[in-house]
């Protein structure tokens, strides 16, 4: 089921996170909607609506290093959620989400494209009940050079975003 979301997946991301393509297209609208720490986004065009839920992780110097980002792709089961990060990762180790200090899930990269390295989770994997529990999440990863790669993230508001994306 992954892989055959993952081009559902990647243009959904890249129409409802695109102000630009709003801005070109006179018949579009992007809405946003807070739910504390996570974002809600839809980008209505045509009569029809694709909307994400996410978050922006930042570093220590407020760049942007990824988004944590959730949707739910015409022909998939359920939401998917996906983890976009930098390239220069080692794909070999997988990406490791732990939720709260104790909950851990070991996600595999399923591919690469000129924005960024992904790892998938569908909406049945355990990982979806530890975010909806949850309070503080973190994302582990490790560069080409040894490096680690840490992230924190906030659940705050999460569960309420994923039931505005699934209604």
Not at 77 to 103: I, R, S, W
Not at 115 to 135: I, Q, V
């Amino acid at each position: 089921m992954i892989k055959r979301l993952v081009l559902r997946l990647v243009v959904g991301a890249i129409l409802a996170s695109g102000a630009a393509v709003a801005a070109e297209a006179p018949s579009s609208r992007t809405t946003t909607e807070m739910y504390r720490d996570w974002t809600r986004v839809c980008l209505e065009q045509n009569s029809t609506s694709q909307c994400e839920i996410k978050q922006n992780l930042l570093n220590a110097n407020s760049q942007l290093v990824s988004v944590i980002s959730v949707a739910s792709p015409d022909g998939a089961d359920g939401p998917v959620m996906q983890f976009a990060l930098p390239h220069m990762l080692d794909l070999t180790v997988p990406l490791t989400v732990t939720v709260d200090g104790e909950k851990k899930v070991q996600l595999p990269f399923n591919f690469c494209n000129q924005a960024a390295c992904f790892a998938l989770a569908d909406g049945d994997s355990e990982l979806f009940e530890y975010f909806k529990d949850g309070n503080r999440g973190e994302v582990n990863s490790r560069a080409i050079n040894g490096e680690e790669l840490r992230l924190d993230f906030s659940l705050r508001g999460f569960s309420s975003a994923l039931a505005a994306l699934v209604r």
